[in-house]
């Protein structure tokens, strides 16, 4: 099974900074396979990214997404106030388990 | 727009039967993806538990796969998910989800429910 590992933990940012959030996997995927989600407190996570690199339907150009292979990052060029949220990384199998999470960024407001 | 909300129990005994039920609307459980689970402890990270596509096939995340059941009633155009042998460790929110765009991902999401496994 495939390892997702998201740094940092914790990331404390201004409004109006960029936020760098990494995505490293434990083997080399197909970066069709690599997405992002957003996750407010007391909600359903929200698909940003799929594919690495395309942004989901109503999901501000402000959220990018890059990378390959085993590194993977999600960039938000300027953060505004309702960014600040918990950020999962999830790569898809193609045995079971279908889907699996990397353990969280919580992107909060310095 | 497809909706999904998810309905059962919020308390379930130890040893018991964890039933739910995900309702689609908006759209038909027959198109051509899969439709998930996906469960949250309070205060974790999130652990996928299986999915099912309209025609009964199914996935489950191996860890679980031995206490897990889903299953799909398409004249009721929703899904459901039964987990046996409960113990504390299953109190979770539980989310129903489905396929995203393009594959690979889940491009939507009830709002989850918790249930809490407790005597």
């Known amino acids: 099974e495939i390892v997702l590992t998201q740094s940092p933990g914790t990331l404390s940012l201004s409004p109006g900074e960029r936020a760098t959030l990494s995505c490293r996997t434990s083997q080399s995927i197909s970066s069709s396979y690599l997405a992002w989600y957003q996750q407010k407190f007391g909600q359903a996570p929200r698909l940003l990214i799929y594919?690495?690199?395309s942004r989901a339907t109503g999901i501000p150009d402000r959220f990018s997404g890059s990378g390959s292979g085993t590194d993977f990052t999600l960039t938000i060029s300027r953060l505004e106030p309702e960014d600040f949220a918990v950020y999962y990384c999830?790569?898809?199998?193609?045995?079971?388990?279908?889907?699996?999470f990397g353990q969280g960024t919580n992107l909060e407001i310095k | 727009q497809v909706q999904l909300q998810e309905s059962g129990p919020g308390l379930v005994k130890p040893s018991g039967t964890l039933s739910l039920t995900c309702a689609v609307s908006g759209g038909s459980i027959s198109n051509n993806i899969w439709w998930s689970w996906v469960r949250q402890p309070p205060g974790k990270g999130l652990e996928w538990i299986g999915e099912?596509?309209?025609?009964?096939?199914?996935n489950y995340n191996p860890s679980l796969k031995s206490r897990v059941t889903i299953s799909v009633d398409k004249s009721k155009n929703q899904f459901s998910l039964n987990l046996n042998s409960v113990t504390a460790a299953d109190t979770a929110v539980y989310y129903c989800?489905?396929?995203?765009?393009?594959?690979?991902?889940?491009?939507?999401w009830g709002q989850g429910t918790l249930v809490t496994v407790s005597s």
């Open positions: 989800a489905r396929e995203g765009r393009g594959g690979y991902n889940l491009g939507g």
């Open positions: 594919g690495a690199s």
């Open positions: 099912i596509y309209h025609k009964g096939n199914t």
């Open positions: 999830q790569q898809y199998g193609t045995s079971p388990p279908r889907y699996t």
